[in-house]
């Protein structure tokens, strides 16, 4: 199963399983394929037997094949042979259904028209008859 969010920018905990698109480090760096000739010796398609099970291909996404603190990839960094995580930013702390914001009393929510899984907000507005000195 992937983990992450539909359009694969997020992960979960270290992102063992993460298979989404992101090829942009924290410096923003990008990332070398995981099949280029520059990484024979390291982490690649070409040394590990199981490099496809841990999401490894020939594509230059963040993977996390080693179990690290999150998913990282290889870079050039002036001419040399590097590495680094993906951003913090695409971290999710654990995956949790989308629901309306609450409204402090004596506000009610109201929601747009629209499907119930559309991620529109809604708008809070006072609910007549409230408390005096609340206006």
Known sequence: EMEGSPDGACY?????LYRGMAHTTLSGAQCL??????LSH??????????LSLGLGGHAFCRNPDNDSRPWCYTLRE?????????QAA????????RPPACPAPWSLSMPAGPASSPAGGTCTKVSG????MD
């Open 91 to 98: 971290v999710l702390s654990s995956p949790t259904p989308s």
């Open 130 to 133: 409230g408390p005096a000195g």
């Open 33 to 38: 394929p995981w099949d280029s000739d520059l």
């Open 79 to 87: 001419e040399q042979l590097s590495w680094e995580q993906m951003p």
């Open 42 to 51: 390291e982490f690649s398609t070409r040394s590990l037997r199981d490099a």
């Open 12 to 16: 979960t905990g270290s992102g063992l």
